[in-house]
Protein backbone atom coordinates (compact mmCIF):
# COMPACT_ATOMS: atom_id res chain seq x y z
CA UNK A 1 0.00 0.00 0.00
CA UNK A 2 0.86 3.19 -0.72
CA UNK A 3 -0.55 6.76 0.18
CA UNK A 4 0.67 9.53 -3.08
CA UNK A 5 -0.97 13.54 -2.11
CA UNK A 6 -3.25 14.74 -4.94
CA UNK A 7 -4.68 17.93 -3.69
CA UNK A 8 -4.47 19.62 -0.14
CA UNK A 9 -6.65 22.14 1.26
CA UNK A 10 -6.82 23.61 4.86
CA UNK A 11 -9.83 21.46 5.76
CA UNK A 12 -9.89 18.64 2.63
CA UNK A 13 -7.60 15.92 1.23
CA UNK A 14 -7.57 14.12 -1.30
CA UNK A 15 -5.44 10.90 -1.91
CA UNK A 16 -4.77 8.01 -3.78
CA UNK A 17 -4.49 4.55 -2.37
CA UNK A 18 -2.42 2.53 -4.57
CA UNK A 19 -2.67 -1.04 -4.23
CA UNK A 20 -6.04 -1.00 -2.64
CA UNK A 21 -9.40 -1.62 -3.86
CA UNK A 22 -13.16 -1.10 -2.22
CA UNK A 23 -12.43 -3.89 0.27
CA UNK A 24 -10.20 -0.84 2.34
CA UNK A 25 -12.15 2.44 1.03
CA UNK A 26 -15.52 1.27 1.55
CA UNK A 27 -15.24 0.06 5.03
CA UNK A 28 -13.35 3.91 6.11
CA UNK A 29 -16.15 5.86 3.99
CA UNK A 30 -18.58 4.06 5.90
CA UNK A 31 -16.27 4.68 9.10
CA UNK A 32 -15.58 8.13 8.26
CA UNK A 33 -19.40 9.09 8.38
CA UNK A 34 -19.62 8.24 11.63
CA UNK A 35 -17.48 11.43 12.39
CA UNK A 36 -19.49 14.11 12.78
CA UNK A 37 -16.68 16.36 12.10
CA UNK A 38 -16.67 14.76 8.84
CA UNK A 39 -18.54 16.84 6.28
CA UNK A 40 -17.65 14.57 3.31
CA UNK A 41 -15.97 11.47 2.72
CA UNK A 42 -16.05 9.74 -0.77
CA UNK A 43 -13.99 7.78 -3.36
CA UNK A 44 -13.56 6.67 -6.77
CA UNK A 45 -11.84 4.32 -8.78
CA UNK A 46 -12.09 4.98 -12.17
CA UNK A 47 -11.29 2.08 -13.96
CA UNK A 48 -12.29 -1.53 -12.28
CA UNK A 49 -9.49 -2.92 -12.97
CA UNK A 50 -6.81 -0.57 -13.30
CA UNK A 51 -7.87 2.34 -11.12
CA UNK A 52 -6.17 3.14 -8.17
CA UNK A 53 -8.43 4.38 -5.75
CA UNK A 54 -8.76 8.57 -5.33
CA UNK A 55 -10.06 8.75 -1.61
CA UNK A 56 -11.09 12.52 -0.90
CA UNK A 57 -12.17 13.79 2.80
CA UNK A 58 -13.38 17.02 3.94
CA UNK A 59 -13.71 18.02 7.48
CA UNK A 60 -14.93 20.70 9.43
CA UNK A 61 -12.82 23.08 11.42
CA UNK A 62 -10.88 21.82 14.20
CA UNK A 63 -9.87 18.43 12.93
CA UNK A 64 -7.82 18.24 10.06
CA UNK A 65 -8.80 15.34 7.27
CA UNK A 66 -5.30 13.66 8.21
CA UNK A 67 -6.72 13.05 11.52
CA UNK A 68 -10.16 12.44 10.64
CA UNK A 69 -8.92 9.66 8.09
CA UNK A 70 -6.38 8.08 10.86
CA UNK A 71 -9.32 7.91 13.91
CA UNK A 72 -11.55 6.13 11.39
CA UNK A 73 -8.58 3.59 10.90
CA UNK A 74 -8.19 2.72 14.33
CA UNK A 75 -11.74 2.13 14.82
CA UNK A 76 -12.22 -0.22 12.49
CA UNK A 77 -9.01 -2.10 13.24
CA UNK A 78 -11.06 -2.11 16.99
CA UNK A 79 -13.86 -3.52 15.78
CA UNK A 80 -11.75 -5.97 13.68
CA UNK A 81 -9.94 -7.08 16.73
CA UNK A 82 -12.81 -7.22 18.80
CA UNK A 83 -14.59 -9.47 16.24
CA UNK A 84 -11.36 -11.72 15.84
CA UNK A 85 -10.98 -12.02 19.38
CA UNK A 86 -14.74 -13.54 19.74
CA UNK A 87 -14.28 -15.90 16.76
CA UNK A 88 -10.94 -16.92 18.56
CA UNK A 89 -12.96 -17.54 21.73
CA UNK A 90 -15.80 -19.27 19.84
CA UNK A 91 -12.97 -21.68 17.69
CA UNK A 92 -11.47 -22.78 21.41
CA UNK A 93 -14.58 -24.01 22.16
CA UNK B 1 -19.66 -22.83 8.23
CA UNK B 2 -22.61 -20.06 8.96
CA UNK B 3 -22.74 -17.59 11.44
CA UNK B 4 -24.86 -13.87 12.13
CA UNK B 5 -22.92 -11.05 12.42
CA UNK B 6 -24.51 -8.38 13.85
CA UNK B 7 -23.99 -4.81 15.40
CA UNK B 8 -22.16 -4.29 11.66
CA UNK B 9 -23.17 -1.85 8.89
CA UNK B 10 -23.39 -2.95 4.99
CA UNK B 11 -19.47 -1.67 4.30
CA UNK B 12 -18.70 -3.86 6.71
CA UNK B 13 -19.90 -6.83 5.77
CA UNK B 14 -18.86 -6.41 2.30
CA UNK B 15 -15.04 -5.40 3.39
CA UNK B 16 -14.92 -8.63 5.05
CA UNK B 17 -16.47 -10.74 2.09
CA UNK B 18 -14.21 -9.18 0.04
CA UNK B 19 -11.06 -9.87 2.25
CA UNK B 20 -12.26 -13.70 2.55
CA UNK B 21 -12.43 -14.54 -0.98
CA UNK B 22 -9.68 -12.13 -2.50
CA UNK B 23 -7.00 -12.10 0.65
CA UNK B 24 -6.66 -14.75 2.59
CA UNK B 25 -4.15 -16.83 0.42
CA UNK B 26 -4.13 -20.23 -0.37
CA UNK B 27 -2.17 -22.51 -2.57
CA UNK B 28 -2.92 -23.64 -6.56
CA UNK B 29 -0.52 -25.01 -9.31
CA UNK B 30 0.97 -22.18 -10.89
CA UNK B 31 3.23 -23.44 -13.51
CA UNK B 32 3.34 -26.57 -15.04
CA UNK B 33 6.70 -28.32 -16.69
CA UNK B 34 5.39 -30.95 -19.30
CA UNK B 35 8.14 -33.76 -19.69
CA UNK B 36 5.67 -35.76 -21.80
CA UNK B 37 2.71 -35.25 -22.93
CA UNK B 38 0.77 -37.59 -25.08
CA UNK B 39 -2.73 -37.05 -24.78
CA UNK B 40 -4.69 -35.72 -27.09
CA UNK B 41 -5.04 -32.29 -25.03
CA UNK B 42 -2.76 -29.79 -25.28
CA UNK B 43 -0.33 -28.46 -22.56
CA UNK B 44 -2.02 -25.20 -21.70
CA UNK B 45 -5.59 -27.32 -21.41
CA UNK B 46 -3.99 -29.34 -18.87
CA UNK B 47 -2.21 -26.72 -16.81
CA UNK B 48 -5.69 -25.08 -16.70
CA UNK B 49 -7.25 -27.82 -15.27
CA UNK B 50 -4.12 -29.02 -12.92
CA UNK B 51 -4.35 -25.30 -11.85
CA UNK B 52 -8.20 -25.43 -10.70
CA UNK B 53 -7.70 -28.43 -8.47
CA UNK B 54 -8.01 -27.04 -5.46
CA UNK B 55 -5.15 -27.96 -2.46
CA UNK B 56 -4.72 -27.97 0.90
CA UNK B 57 -2.86 -25.61 2.20
CA UNK B 58 -0.95 -25.43 5.57
CA UNK B 59 -1.25 -22.51 7.70
CA UNK B 60 2.15 -21.90 8.74
CA UNK B 61 5.67 -22.83 6.47
CA UNK B 62 4.75 -20.88 3.19
CA UNK B 63 5.01 -17.46 2.05
CA UNK B 64 3.50 -15.72 -1.21
CA UNK B 65 6.33 -15.61 -3.71
CA UNK B 66 6.24 -11.40 -3.71
CA UNK B 67 7.35 -12.15 -0.25
CA UNK B 68 9.81 -14.18 -0.02
CA UNK B 69 13.85 -13.36 -0.39
CA UNK B 70 14.06 -15.95 -2.93
CA UNK B 71 12.60 -14.04 -5.26
CA UNK B 72 12.00 -16.49 -8.17
CA UNK B 73 9.51 -18.12 -6.29
CA UNK B 74 11.23 -21.46 -6.60
CA UNK B 75 12.62 -22.01 -3.04
CA UNK B 76 10.97 -24.21 -0.51
CA UNK B 77 9.67 -21.47 1.81
CA UNK B 78 7.21 -20.48 -1.00
CA UNK B 79 7.12 -23.38 -3.49
CA UNK B 80 6.02 -27.04 -3.46
CA UNK B 81 6.30 -29.27 -6.64
CA UNK B 82 4.35 -31.84 -7.33
CA UNK B 83 5.29 -34.49 -10.47
CA UNK B 84 2.29 -36.97 -12.12
CA UNK B 85 3.05 -39.90 -13.84
CA UNK B 86 0.64 -41.91 -15.84
CA UNK B 87 0.86 -43.96 -18.86
CA UNK B 88 -2.27 -45.17 -20.68
CA UNK B 89 -4.72 -47.03 -20.35
CA UNK B 90 -5.87 -45.00 -17.51
CA UNK B 91 -7.39 -41.62 -16.46
CA UNK B 92 -4.75 -39.44 -14.48
CA UNK B 93 -6.03 -37.50 -11.42
CA UNK B 94 -5.58 -35.53 -8.76
CA UNK B 95 -4.66 -38.69 -6.97
CA UNK B 96 -1.64 -39.32 -8.95
CA UNK B 97 -0.20 -36.13 -7.97
CA UNK B 98 2.50 -36.67 -5.86
CA UNK B 99 3.88 -33.91 -3.44
CA UNK B 100 6.71 -32.83 -2.37
CA UNK B 101 5.11 -31.80 0.95
CA UNK B 102 2.65 -34.16 2.21
CA UNK B 103 0.43 -31.18 3.84
CA UNK B 104 -0.33 -29.80 0.27
CA UNK B 105 -1.74 -32.50 -1.39
CA UNK B 106 -5.12 -32.12 -3.30
CA UNK B 107 -8.18 -31.85 -1.19
CA UNK B 108 -9.81 -34.44 -3.42
CA UNK B 109 -8.08 -37.46 -5.18
CA UNK B 110 -10.61 -38.00 -7.59
CA UNK B 111 -11.03 -34.98 -9.79
CA UNK B 112 -9.81 -36.46 -13.67
CA UNK B 113 -7.31 -34.50 -15.47
CA UNK B 114 -7.31 -36.41 -18.63
CA UNK B 115 -8.35 -40.07 -20.15
CA UNK B 116 -5.39 -41.83 -21.35
CA UNK B 117 -5.71 -44.21 -24.43
CA UNK B 118 -2.94 -46.70 -24.59
CA UNK B 119 0.35 -46.26 -25.32
CA UNK B 120 -0.33 -42.69 -24.35
CA UNK B 121 1.97 -41.22 -21.62
CA UNK B 122 1.71 -38.00 -19.35
CA UNK B 123 4.78 -36.49 -17.09
CA UNK B 124 4.95 -33.38 -15.85
CA UNK B 125 5.76 -31.13 -12.43
CA UNK B 126 3.46 -28.96 -11.59
CA UNK B 127 4.65 -25.82 -8.89
CA UNK B 128 2.32 -24.49 -6.47
CA UNK B 129 2.18 -21.53 -5.03
CA UNK B 130 0.36 -19.42 -2.75
CA UNK B 131 -1.85 -16.68 -4.08
CA UNK B 132 -4.73 -14.32 -3.30
CA UNK B 133 -7.72 -14.55 -4.65
CA UNK B 134 -7.81 -10.98 -5.90
CA UNK B 135 -5.33 -12.57 -8.71
CA UNK B 136 -6.64 -15.73 -9.73
CA UNK B 137 -10.02 -17.63 -9.33
CA UNK B 138 -7.53 -20.69 -8.43
CA UNK B 139 -6.48 -18.98 -5.14
CA UNK B 140 -9.92 -18.30 -4.10
CA UNK B 141 -10.36 -20.02 -0.78
CA UNK B 142 -13.90 -20.50 -1.38
CA UNK B 143 -17.51 -18.91 -1.67
CA UNK B 144 -18.30 -16.49 1.45
CA UNK B 145 -21.45 -14.55 1.08
CA UNK B 146 -24.36 -12.91 3.30
CA UNK B 147 -27.71 -11.58 3.19
CA UNK B 148 -29.85 -9.63 5.25
CA UNK B 149 -32.20 -10.37 8.23
CA UNK B 150 -35.82 -9.65 7.70
CA UNK B 151 -37.91 -7.40 9.38
CA UNK B 152 -41.13 -9.19 9.00
CA UNK B 153 -43.97 -6.10 9.77
CA UNK B 154 -47.58 -7.19 10.51
CA UNK B 155 -50.20 -4.70 10.35
CA UNK B 156 -52.48 -6.26 13.37
CA UNK B 157 -55.41 -3.73 12.26
CA UNK B 158 -55.49 -4.84 8.42
CA UNK B 159 -54.42 -8.52 9.27
CA UNK B 160 -57.57 -11.21 8.59
CA UNK B 161 -55.64 -13.94 9.15
CA UNK B 162 -56.26 -15.81 5.74
CA UNK B 163 -53.07 -17.39 5.76
CA UNK B 164 -52.51 -16.51 2.29
CA UNK B 165 -49.09 -15.84 3.49
CA UNK B 166 -48.46 -19.35 4.82
CA UNK B 167 -49.05 -20.74 1.19
CA UNK B 168 -46.98 -18.16 -0.50
CA UNK B 169 -43.78 -18.24 1.59
CA UNK B 170 -41.22 -20.99 -0.58
CA UNK B 171 -39.30 -21.73 2.43
CA UNK B 172 -42.29 -22.61 4.61
CA UNK B 173 -41.00 -20.65 7.73
CA UNK B 174 -44.40 -18.85 7.99
CA UNK B 175 -47.25 -19.94 10.71
CA UNK B 176 -50.23 -18.19 12.09
CA UNK B 177 -50.31 -17.82 15.73
CA UNK B 178 -53.07 -16.77 17.33
CA UNK B 179 -54.44 -16.08 13.54
CA UNK B 180 -51.60 -13.68 12.88
CA UNK B 181 -48.44 -14.71 10.43
CA UNK B 182 -45.63 -15.41 12.16
CA UNK B 183 -41.81 -16.13 11.14
CA UNK B 184 -40.29 -18.76 13.20
CA UNK B 185 -36.43 -18.99 11.56
CA UNK B 186 -35.51 -15.91 10.36
CA UNK B 187 -32.52 -16.48 9.20
CA UNK B 188 -34.29 -19.17 6.19
CA UNK B 189 -35.90 -16.46 5.01
CA UNK B 190 -34.39 -15.14 1.54
CA UNK B 191 -36.14 -11.52 0.95
CA UNK B 192 -38.38 -12.62 -1.46
CA UNK B 193 -41.33 -10.80 -0.63
CA UNK B 194 -43.49 -13.35 -1.64
CA UNK B 195 -45.60 -13.13 1.35
CA UNK B 196 -46.67 -9.36 1.63
CA UNK B 197 -47.25 -9.74 -2.37
CA UNK B 198 -49.43 -12.83 -1.58
CA UNK B 199 -51.07 -10.80 0.88
CA UNK B 200 -54.67 -9.98 -0.24
CA UNK B 201 -54.93 -7.16 2.43
CA UNK B 202 -51.62 -5.44 1.99
CA UNK B 203 -50.44 -5.88 5.58
CA UNK B 204 -47.28 -7.41 5.74
CA UNK B 205 -44.49 -5.29 4.97
CA UNK B 206 -40.83 -6.85 4.59
CA UNK B 207 -37.99 -4.70 5.33
CA UNK B 208 -33.97 -5.87 5.85
CA UNK B 209 -32.05 -5.19 9.34
CA UNK B 210 -28.83 -3.55 7.77
CA UNK B 211 -27.19 -4.40 11.28
CA UNK B 212 -27.59 -8.35 10.95
CA UNK B 213 -26.24 -10.43 8.98
CA UNK B 214 -26.11 -14.15 7.82
CA UNK B 215 -22.64 -15.09 6.81
CA UNK B 216 -22.20 -18.47 4.70
CA UNK B 217 -18.28 -19.50 4.50
CA UNK B 218 -18.02 -22.68 1.94
CA UNK B 219 -14.41 -23.41 1.31
CA UNK B 220 -12.85 -25.50 -1.83
CA UNK B 221 -11.13 -27.35 0.89
CA UNK B 222 -7.89 -25.41 0.73
CA UNK B 223 -8.82 -23.86 4.54
CA UNK B 224 -10.78 -24.36 7.06
CA UNK B 225 -13.81 -22.21 6.58
CA UNK B 226 -13.07 -20.31 10.35
CA UNK B 227 -9.87 -20.07 8.92
CA UNK B 228 -10.93 -18.01 5.87
CA UNK B 229 -12.51 -16.38 7.81
CA UNK B 230 -9.73 -14.94 10.11
CA UNK B 231 -7.25 -14.49 7.69
CA UNK B 232 -9.53 -12.39 6.28
CA UNK B 233 -9.83 -10.32 9.93
CA UNK B 234 -6.60 -9.93 10.13
CA UNK B 235 -5.78 -8.86 6.96
CA UNK B 236 -8.04 -6.64 7.03
CA UNK B 237 -6.87 -5.24 10.06
CA UNK B 238 -3.39 -5.17 9.07
CA UNK B 239 -4.00 -3.32 5.79
CA UNK B 240 -5.98 -0.59 8.53
CA UNK B 241 -3.30 0.24 10.93
CA UNK B 242 -0.76 0.00 7.79
CA UNK B 243 -2.99 3.00 6.36
CA UNK B 244 -3.61 4.87 9.25
CA UNK B 245 0.76 4.91 10.00
CA UNK B 246 0.77 5.98 6.23
CA UNK B 247 -1.65 9.51 6.42
CA UNK B 248 0.38 10.07 9.68
CA UNK B 249 3.75 10.00 7.45
CA UNK B 250 2.05 11.85 5.24
CA UNK B 251 0.94 14.76 7.41
CA UNK B 252 4.36 14.56 8.33
CA UNK C 1 -24.53 -38.36 -21.17
CA UNK C 2 -28.56 -38.61 -20.96
CA UNK C 3 -28.30 -34.92 -23.04
CA UNK C 4 -28.29 -34.85 -26.95
CA UNK C 5 -24.50 -34.72 -28.11
CA UNK C 6 -26.13 -32.07 -30.78
CA UNK C 7 -26.48 -29.61 -28.13
CA UNK C 8 -22.84 -29.09 -27.74
CA UNK C 9 -22.49 -25.47 -26.14
CA UNK C 10 -18.93 -23.48 -25.76
CA UNK C 11 -16.55 -26.46 -26.27
CA UNK C 12 -17.79 -27.80 -22.57
CA UNK C 13 -16.56 -31.21 -24.30
CA UNK C 14 -14.47 -32.03 -21.09
CA UNK C 15 -15.30 -33.27 -17.55
CA UNK C 16 -15.58 -29.56 -15.07
CA UNK C 17 -13.25 -29.45 -12.72
CA UNK C 18 -14.75 -26.55 -11.39
CA UNK C 19 -18.53 -25.20 -11.51
CA UNK C 20 -18.30 -22.41 -14.09
CA UNK C 21 -19.72 -19.67 -12.09
CA UNK C 22 -19.32 -20.13 -8.51
CA UNK C 23 -15.79 -21.96 -8.32
CA UNK C 24 -17.23 -24.76 -6.51
CA UNK C 25 -15.31 -28.26 -6.93
CA UNK C 26 -16.89 -30.49 -9.64
CA UNK C 27 -14.29 -32.79 -10.91
CA UNK C 28 -14.66 -35.39 -8.05
CA UNK C 29 -18.41 -35.79 -8.38
CA UNK C 30 -19.00 -35.93 -11.84
CA UNK C 31 -17.66 -39.68 -12.43
CA UNK C 32 -20.37 -40.40 -9.43
CA UNK C 33 -22.75 -38.64 -11.71
CA UNK C 34 -22.31 -39.69 -14.80
CA UNK C 35 -22.49 -43.65 -13.30
CA UNK C 36 -25.44 -42.68 -11.93
CA UNK C 37 -26.80 -41.30 -14.99
CA UNK C 38 -26.31 -44.71 -16.95
CA UNK C 39 -27.92 -46.34 -14.29
CA UNK C 40 -31.12 -44.42 -15.59
CA UNK C 41 -31.48 -42.50 -12.20
CA UNK C 42 -33.38 -39.23 -12.41
CA UNK C 43 -30.50 -35.78 -12.74
CA UNK C 44 -32.09 -34.19 -10.13
CA UNK C 45 -32.21 -37.08 -7.52
CA UNK C 46 -28.74 -37.51 -8.55
CA UNK C 47 -27.60 -33.95 -8.02
CA UNK C 48 -29.17 -33.28 -5.03
CA UNK C 49 -27.59 -36.82 -3.77
CA UNK C 50 -24.11 -35.46 -4.69
CA UNK C 51 -24.85 -32.01 -2.69
CA UNK C 52 -25.21 -29.83 -5.43
CA UNK C 53 -27.33 -27.49 -4.14
CA UNK C 54 -27.18 -24.29 -6.50
CA UNK C 55 -28.35 -23.77 -10.41
CA UNK C 56 -25.41 -22.75 -11.43
CA UNK C 57 -23.38 -25.47 -10.31
CA UNK C 58 -26.49 -27.78 -11.56
CA UNK C 59 -26.36 -26.39 -15.02
CA UNK C 60 -22.24 -26.76 -14.91
CA UNK C 61 -23.02 -30.12 -14.49
CA UNK C 62 -26.17 -30.92 -16.11
CA UNK C 63 -24.51 -28.86 -19.64
CA UNK C 64 -21.30 -31.31 -19.79
CA UNK C 65 -21.05 -33.07 -22.45
CA UNK C 66 -18.41 -35.91 -21.67
CA UNK C 67 -16.33 -36.51 -24.89
CA UNK C 68 -13.24 -37.13 -23.03
CA UNK C 69 -13.27 -40.93 -25.01
CA UNK C 70 -14.05 -39.24 -28.17
CA UNK C 71 -10.71 -37.02 -27.84
CA UNK C 72 -8.91 -39.52 -26.68
CA UNK C 73 -8.43 -41.08 -29.64
CA UNK C 74 -7.20 -37.91 -31.54
CA UNK C 75 -3.65 -37.00 -31.55
CA UNK C 76 -3.18 -33.52 -30.95
Known amino acids: MELELVEKGDDSLLIKVVGEDHTLCNLLRKALYEDESVVAASYSIEHPLVGVPKFYVKTKKGKSPEHALMDAAERVTKQLEGLRKQLQKALKK | ???ILSGANPAFANSIRRAAMREAPVMAIDEVEFKTNE?????EVLAHRLALTPLRTPLKGYVLPSECSCRD?????????LTLKCEGPATATSGDLKSTDEEVTPVSSSVPIIKLEKGQRLELTAIARLGLGREHAKWQPGIVAYKYIPIFKVDGKACDGCGACVKACPQGIISLVKEKPKISDPVQCILCKACSEACPPKAITIGSDATKFVFRIESTGALPPEQILFKAMATLEDKCKEFGKLVKKLKG | MALNQD??????????????????LLGDKYEEFERRLKQGEDPKHALDELGIKRYCCRSTMLTSIDLTDEIAKFKR
Open chain 2, 1 to 3: MEF
Open chain 2, 39 to 43: SAMYD
Open chain 2, 73 to 81: GRCSKCSVS
Open chain 3, 7 to 24: GLIGGRDIRPVRCFTCGK
